[in-house]
DNA sequence: CATGCGTGGCT
DNA sequence: TAGCCAAGCAT
């Protein structure tokens, strides 16, 4: 395996270099919180959906301390329907974090990286490597599916990120720094483009003489199941529709509007108390709500 | 380590 | 059609 790594890094960064999507955070004029913008915004949400808001965030907010100068609340109301909107709360913190502690420059170093709000292992990989050059490893669900199949002959990978994985992904990891920039980018496309979670495109993979999954013929995912997660009537859903209502309105709303949009009081209630902890949602009046400042 | 956290499209 | 899935993070 490790004697067939570099024709297997070889055969990805060779696919990248044609089938590349050309996505608006691939642009050269893209900037280190640019990149950072859109590695947020994708945590666990399609491209598809992306795009639109990172083009109008970006150019709103071309900078970290151009975002840390708006209130809270813009960047929750500008998220849009993206969801997990905590994420832009984070996003705001990490830019008001950069421009005081930073000099308003997104940090190179992953530990730096790390030590922003909503920036976990895996966006401050993202960030160092594609940003900035540096060698990493970087392991998404994308880059871990890739993993699993060609080198362990599973599906899927297991629920949880383990050492073993990551001393997998460092080790066919090209000693050069900019091959492994680009094997990493290159790795991350393929999952997402062609060694998909639902229907993999094995008749076009350029990986597949190398691929143990395809060569036991695609066995099914016989590990520990993940929970699935309902939605429908929980206070998820509740605090979703609840914030819907503040985003789209430009100044306070009194909280008959919110009881308008979800029968069930208790629930409400706690969705609402849920939003306030989490500073989503503020309190700017007797009965008064609006987005944070 | 398990859980909570939005939203919408696809099979 | 009801899950399943999508470039995770914080606690």
């Known amino acids: 395996m490790v004697a067939s790594s570099s024709s297997l890094n ?3 960064v060779d696919w990248y270099a044609l089938h590349a999507r050309a996505l608006p955070w691939r642009r050269d004029s893209t900037t280190a919180w640019h990149v950072l913008v859109s590695e947020v915004m994708l945590q ?3 491209v598809e959906r992306v795009t639109p808001v ?3 965030w970006t150019s709103r907010w071309p900078t970290p301390s151009a975002l840390a100068a708006e209130p809270s609340g813009e960047a929750v109301r500008a998220w849009g329907r993206l969801g997990y909107p905590r994420r832009a709360l984070r996003l705001h913190a990490a830019a008001t974090a950069i421009r005081d502690r930073h000099d308003g420059v997104v940090p190179e170093d992953v530990d730096e990286l790390r030590a922003l709000p909503g920036v976990g292992e895996y966006t401050a990989a993202a960030v160092a490597v594609f ?10 669900t994308n880059v871990r599916r890739v993993l699993a199949r060609v080198f362990d002959g599973t599906a899927l990978p297991a629920p949880g990120l383990t050492a073993a994985e990551r001393a997998q992904a460092l080790g066919v990891l090209p000693d050069d720094r900019s091959t492994a920039a680009r094997w ?4 991350m496309e393929l999952g997402a483009l062609v060694c998909t979670a639902r229907s993999p495109r094995c008749g076009v993979c350029p990986v597949r003489e190398w691929c143990r999954w395809y060569d ?3 066995p099914a995912y016989d590990g520990p199941l993940r929970r699935t997660q309902t939605y429908a009537g929980t206070d998820r859903q509740c605090r979703g529709r609840l914030l819907a209502v503040l985003r789209e309105v430009e100044g306070p709303v009194g909280g008959e509007v919110l009881r308008a949009v979800w029968e069930d009081a208790t629930q409400r209630e706690r969705a609402l108390d849920g939003l306030l ?16 400042d």
């Open 54 to 56: 990172y083009e109008e």
């Open 44 to 46: 666990q949400t399609p």
């Open 10 to 12: 070889a055969a990805v």
């Open 184 to 187: 990493s980018i290159g790795v």
């Open 277 to 292: 902890d989490d500073r989503l949602v503020a309190l700017v009046g007797d009965d008064l709500y609006a987005l944070p």
């Open 216 to 218: 036991a013929g695609r």
């Open 131 to 140: 940003a900035y050059g540096h060698r990493h490893a970087v392991l998404d």
